[in-house]
């Protein structure tokens, strides 16, 4: 086995978040997420539903009596946190936090099985039914969050107390999967594991983990097919009575082998974890059908399955994607935790191979879905993120059942949350990567990098005044004289007038452009400094013809940010409003507003329907249209001032 | 109580069908329909579900052994198909017929308990849990058509075979439900029985039927509530368990009494029902309140939830009302059965005030809706009727689970079909009405009809070329010098160019309009014409600017036909077209299509989208439009020439 993994020298110790943008959130993320999940977590918050996750714990560690409560993944939740705490610790030191940390972890250490075995639903509940239900009971899926945490922990404080736990488990796990006699030769119905296994193999050099998470991905959707055996093993029993009979074996990417699917099917969340998981191994082992298998469903998501505001999963039932261009605004199931996904696997697509188009989507995913998905506060959160609300509609028509139109607490399936909590925390590790003397900068986040270039120690500082303008710049510190090497800069698909200046000198960007990096290469001085210039223009985007809701509109983008109309601003029927010509869209930032944004003022027609009384249809009303000027927000900021409509896409002529 | 009963002279004998058009669906529904369903309701036709209806009954009468088969509601069908069959012998001896009707009214006979007891699954299978979820088991309901069936028989033949054990039946009702004591204070979950009381009140002049029925009607909704204290009663033990727990009291309209219901709430096809009912016992009692909550419920019906089909429940889940103005047509649920309802609420408050809307709406559900949900050669159906169907998305997002893309043979709940043969069986019965010398005419419909005025016998005969052109004349005989009567002829609310001749005189119509009709007031010698033309103007329909789905959308109509765009004609992505400017339609009858159609050629604009490659979203892809001529089909023919795209509602500029 070929080990090809692209050493990428930015750990996360060494990219410190400076940005005024995204320090806040980060910020925010350390100070009211953590802890408030923390009180979540431990059943201490009035008025949202118990997660009971603490609880669960100390009953299968023996250390409390009481009945196992939630879902049968609630552990996960747990791993979230605790991996969040890692990415946080990593960047700044935080004794009490540790403290906490080292107490569930200990917690954790207990309640594990003397065989490695970890998992509280069934210690707790059914402890005679280990491995019964792979397809429904998330048990390797709690497994890779449990590894995700611990090799988050361990590369933040190098304490190897929780590692050494997930090594047991994934030892355990090692002995009672695969292929040989008195193997399950099975996987897990949501994956993650595949991914987790891969970040234990890279800490630990222990070649079993990768193979281990090959055999997953490589066992998944061959004949027979297991999910059907085992469906007729447990004899249709099944913990989620709501879904129905039989196995929809699509919903768990599991209807053909991974490297023949084509579309991305079933469960939006799973997909993306499962191509995070296939990238990582494909990284690790070179295998190009692998990277190819990879590069299929990635263009499918993006490419046809994608919401503008780099949302994924167009149905709620199955919380799942649908078919191509089937892109509806108001019933979108757009879960933030499939956004958080696709962020994982646009990153690990950057490992295999610069192109910009990753960093675009990974962008896109970050700014707008994934942001929008927390309260400016960070205390209350979207599980599903429409691109269309209305309200009261939401509240009558089932059709719209899957809607919250207020944030909520905590839910009782509580995944995106603390998955928020890690993503924000571990920022540091999406800005940049580095492979064959070139540092690629993919995001524009303002920040301080440390990492070495052959052996020579190197600052990198990056300036940005994203996403607000267009203004980005780089300073390169060293102890040489001169040091070659590369600094990729990502060219980005919102921008078409973009300036750098390299020292003093312009940069003739197509001269040294390559799959949407600009390849700066030079022998850099200590101190030389890279101008970028961003022009920040509002962009009126329209969708693929194919896509049938957005025929006839339009939707704003500035910079990475998409815009939003909100009832706060335009008063209710939002969809009476109809965008006037392009380009005479005012910016203007109003410090005061959402924690401080860039509104767009833009000219519209609006069409108040005085003339039709209580007529529902006729030929001959006149349209009574009045100008007005629509004000637009980022989407990230919707829902922070009472319950209203929202629509993302607007009408033009 | 005063009996206000307006004597209707056009009974069903009276009118036979004429027309073009419609003498075609007569014949259809007389040679096709009804002997394809008793084929169904005995179990005959290959690749269709069961339906066991005779079987039950047989097993019910003791005939057969056996188990029960099918929904608790099962009977109605049979009872549907029966009262077709007395509309179908009212206008056309059928010995043959007439004798498997017998057949089965002995049958029937057989299975009625010597208690006038009637229904085969309470007689079968569950013989002790009579009325013991009448929130949930259509005992009255079916006890409804079976009465309905019974009157139409008896009105048909003069045989009171039927009419007994109906009147028996309802003796037994009317001894068990009531508020004396001993009696249960409930009514049925589903509306029905109250309208089919008072037509065996017409028939049998009994009032305690009337009684009855205005108690069923005055008591839904009053507190405490009937089917929460039988909720209780039956400890939630529930027939329909994926309707999930408790009762949901709009949904049956039993949340508040039905004078105080001010929005349609709920079922849909319940709502129109019970509402007829209402304007039943209104009309026969004189109550000017229940007049008046009729009005509140048809005005929110029809001004604020019906679609432009004549179509009604927006809802899949619920088959239900949602909320005023919310008309998706992609989503809809839109049942036939309801438009049929919303027939007979529109037919009944016509027998209340004459005012045209009544009718308007009473012809918009009939010639799109209620003739749509039958395939042209009246051997298959649908249930549900939207107004856009995609069918690679309807096959693949769940959202669109209850729409059918292809007309189904016969449905496991089989209430559309034998509804639409014994409404179109009846038609002759929506043409006319009569009040104080005055002969209103609702539609037009070719026909010869024989009444009296004041005991003198006259003929009117109408010829019209509905729906292809305009062409209306009634032509009046009668044995007399000169006989005093009115005409009152329908301004169709789509028509805004009418010229009336009475004799040879033109009609100034705003002299003699009042409330949408023509008021020709003559004396009239026999052979005396009035002719009648109706301007055949294309008709862009515009929707109140208060519903979302149709915004920056038009609908086409032609006389009493809404159009739409079929793939067959136009090709896939039916969202890119474009409507170009008003009035350049052009219109061809085109005798071999569909059964002889006239289709609208329309210059529209077509994005192809061909420019976009595969991306998804862009600011600056040229739109690369093409004009094109698109094809309009009446609405009610879509769905004959395979699975396809359709679409009512068009982009417009």
């Known amino acids: 086995m070929r080990n090809v993994t692209v050493a990428n020298p930015f750990s996360l110790q060494h990219v410190q978040i400076t940005d005024d943008f995204w ?9 009211e997420v953590v802890p408030y999940q923390w009180q979540a977590l431990n059943d ?23 009945e196992y409560y939630g879902f049968v993944f609630q552990d996960s939740d747990l791993a979230k946190w605790l991996e969040a705490v890692g990415h946080l610790l990593a960047t700044e030191a935080d004794p009490v936090l540790e403290k906490t940390a080292d107490e569930l972890i200990e917690l954790i250490a207990k309640a594990q099985q003397d065989d490695g075995y970890l998992n509280t639903y069934f210690t707790v509940k059914e402890p005679n039914k280990r ?41 355990y796990i090692d002995s009672v999967f695969g292929v040989e006699p008195g193997q399950i030769r099975g996987y897990d119905g949501h994956q993650e594991i595949e991914l987790a296994l891969v970040k234990l193999y890279q800490v630990t050099q222990e070649e079993r983990y990768l193979r281990l998470s090959q055999y997953f991905l490589e066992e998944r959707g061959q004949k027979p097919h297991f999910f059907a055996l085992e469906y007729e093993q447990r004899q249709g029993k099944t913990h989620f009575p709501m879904f129905g009979k039989g196995v929809d074996l699509a919903y768990f990417q599991s209807h053909v082998p991974v490297r023949e699917q084509e579309t991305a099917e079933g469960h939006a969340v799973r997909l993306v974890y499962m191509c995070a998981g296939m ?16 590069r299929t469903l990635w263009n499918n998501v993006v490419h046809k399955r994608m919401y503008i505001t780099g949302a994924i999963g167009s149905m709620a039932q199955g919380e799942a994607f649908s078919l191509d261009y089937d892109l509806p605004g108001d019933t979108a199931y757009a879960e933030t935790c499939a956004s958080i996904g696709l962020i994982f696997f646009a990153q690990r697509m950057l490992q295999l191979e610069a192109k910009s188009e990753y960093a675009d989507v990974m962008e896109r995913a970050l700014y707008n879905t994934v942001i929008g998905g927390m309260a400016r506060d960070g205390r209350s959160f979207f599980y599903v993120n429409p691109l269309e609300v209305w309200p009261l509609g939401a509240h009558k028509n089932k059709n719209f059942q899957h809607v919250k139109t207020v944030r909520q607490g905590w839910f009782g399936c509580a995944c995106c949350p603390p998955n928020i909590a890690r993503l924000l925390a571990s920022l540091g590790r999406y800005i940049y990567s580095y492979r064959d003397r070139t540092v690629f900068a993919h995001l524009y986040i303002g920040s301080e990098a440390c990492f070495e270039i052959e052996g020579v120690p190197v600052s990198l500082k990056q300036q940005s ?32 007038d973009i300036t750098i200046v390299a020292g003093e000198a312009p940069v003739d ?28 223009t509002v962009n009126r985007m329209r969708a693929n013809p194919q896509v049938r809701y957005t025929a006839g509109k339009a939707a704003l983008q500035r910079g990475p940010l998409v815009y939003c109309m909100e009832e706060a601003d335009n008063g209710t029927n939002l969809h009476q409003v109809l965008l006037g ?24 027609m609006r069409s108040k329907g005085k003339a039709w009384g209580d007529r529902l249809y006729a030929a001959d009303v006149k ?9 637009f927000i980022p989407y990230y900021a919707w829902a922070n001032r009472g319950e209203g409509e929202m629509t993302v896409w607007v009408r033009e002529n």
Chains 1, 2 share one sequence.
């Open 23 to 31: 320090a806040d959130y980060v910020h925010l993320v350390r100070h």
């Open 44 to 66: 201490l918050i009035d008025g949202v539903e118990p997660s009971h996750a603490v609880k669960n714990l100390k009953i299968a560690a023996g250390l409390e009596q009481g």
């Open 131 to 171: 491995w019964t239900n792979l397809t429904e009971c998330h048990e390797l899926y709690c497994a890779g969050h449990l590894i995700e945490a611990a090799v988050a922990y361990y590369q933040a404080t190098g304490k190897r107390r929780l590692l050494d736990v997930a090594c047991r488990l994934a030892d």
């Open 279 to 294: 990238a990582d191994v494909a990284a690790a082992t070179g295998d190009q059908g692998l990277v190819q298998a990879c």
């Open 465 to 496: 005044q994203l996403p607000w303008e267009g203004d980005v710049s780089f300073e390169v510190t060293h102890g040489q004289e001169e040091l070659a090497f590369t600094l990729a800069l990502r060219l980005p698909d919102w921008c078409k």
């Open 509 to 536: 960007i197509q001269q040294v452009e390559a799959d949407g990096y600009a390849y700066i290469k030079r022998k850099w001085k200590s101190g030389e400094r890279v101008k970028l210039q961003l022009a920040m």
């Open 581 to 604: 010509a392009e380009g005479e869209e005012q910016v203007r930032f109003e410090s005061g507003l959402l924690g401080g944004i860039s509104t767009l003022s833009v000219p519209a």
């Open 623 to 631: 349209n009574d249209e009045e100008p007005i000027q629509a004000t």
